[in-house]
């Protein structure tokens, strides 16, 4: 109650602008003015020691040292480590930043500006102080043309950001936005300074390859072994080390990144001492592997973790600009074709659950039929829905426990073909035109070869000739950026509270955008006005009703097969090395736990 009224008094004091240490989306700030640190910190960690990662495979080698271009791949931990931002989140409540950078947040009255003022001890790396100029030269190159398309869509209901004296700078909004305040305070910022010439001459943003930024994180790069290893070294004199939303994080002196070619070799690796934590995201090594004479020793410690995170998305995603996907009964059909109940007994020993959608286990998950509020947002977009969505309970995938079957299911994609185009004749599922239905399963690590083979054979059973072909990582990432794939398997990191990745993933503007993150190629104007509501909510039931409504929308689009999922992360990590907090935050991911608040011992 005190922050409530906490946050009203400055709310009127500013004339109805929001004036705070901490923006929050709804008004909800857990930690009061001049709080010491977060809950989930050890305040007294000592700072020595280091601590040595493995790469995931997805950056198995990098080339790059400027994370925010399309071109290249930079290595793991760059821009958590190096890179500080206006705002911070804490890991223990949804929609809420704290001042980093800022040290105060003022939100205008209606809603289209908000002022960020700078901390005056705020200082780059190589002793320059932080000033509103370099926060403007940030947000100006990340939206430029030489920055990624994703940053582009990120930022796109962001005008212009304008200096206001050295340390203030105000961010003008397309329109009045909740969520926008949060968006711009994730700002990465750095120095004008970056990549400048000799002659003191600043280079196009997408020529600063492998220049060190200069930034004003926790670490600085350190030891580099390009596409082997890379050494983070921290910074003894972080401006911020003492902050209270600093306090307790980052302690080891130096952070490293192991790069491997595959599971196997990472694996064997962390048994042989090469590094000391590593997460498992198979339920077969978990089960097979985690296994033996270090982890009876107690040497390496196997551990499960709770989490309340959102459960995010995982699933095979169709190509919808490939003609042969952009008949929706055609998705559902192959959709019909996977037998998750057998890959469950068979292949991931009994670990994961089915996901049912793209908000599984979240307020915004979509059940049975529309509610009053997702009615709401639903009805004035009737022309441009199915009518089942709004007479049918929204579709869950499809299962084969009894009294169900693979062969009811197929049965019933077969019937789906026909009534577009598809019949089986010759020896293999043709259309009118007597075309093949044939496509191609594309992956970078050959690790779903288990998973994607059986739904292969099911799909045999229908005539379609479909293939897994795996690639090396540098030609993956190439073909996804120019959506050159017929399907892939994807997965999202769930959110809190959605809001702007929402429009990256699946608003029309981004479908044909390189290297953006529509990989589906989603364009549907009633997603792009539920999109609208879901970042323009200005009340938790309004956020959850608008999530609800896009969940169902895009269910009924069978824009992919969903895959499984489970609540729980599975680490490995060698014992008697290192300390941490007695009690983990609401929030968070298993890496990101270990390197923020951990110590030596």
Known sequence: MKRLLLALLLWAASGGAWAAHAYAQFGDIKYPVGFKHFDYVNPAAPKRGAISLVAPLIASTFDKFNPFTLKGTEPPGLSALVFDTLLVGSMDEPATAYGLLADDVVVAADGLSVVFRLNSKARFQNGDPVVAQDVKHSFDQLVSKQASPQLQAYFSEVVRAVVLDDRQVRFDFKRANPELPLTVGGLPVFSRQWGQTAAGKPKPFDEIVTEHPIASGPYKIGKVDFGKTITYERDAKYWAADLNVRRGQFNFDRVTYQMYGDNVAAFEAFKAGEFDFIQAFSAKDWARQYQGGKFKSGELLKREWESANPVGFQGFLFNTRKPLFRDVRVRQAIGLAMDFEWMKRQLFYGSYNRMRGYFTNSPYEAKDLPAAGELALLAPLKAELPPALFTQPVPLPPSTLP?????????????????????????????????????EFLDSSGGMGRVIQPFIQALEKLGIQSRYRVVDYAVYEKRLKAFEFDVISSRVIGQVNPGAEQYRQFHSSQALVTGGSNMSAVADPAVDVLIEQLMSAKTRPQLEAAGKALDRVLRWGFYAVPHWYSSKFRVAYRAGQFEQPPKAPLYYQAEEWALNTWWQR
């Open 403 to 439: 009294p169900g079957s693979l062969r009811d299911n197929l049965r019933q994609a077969r019937a789906l073909l026909a009534e577009a185009g598809w019949t089986y004749r010759d020896g293999a599922l043709r259309n009118a035109q007597g075309d093949v239905f044939a496509f």
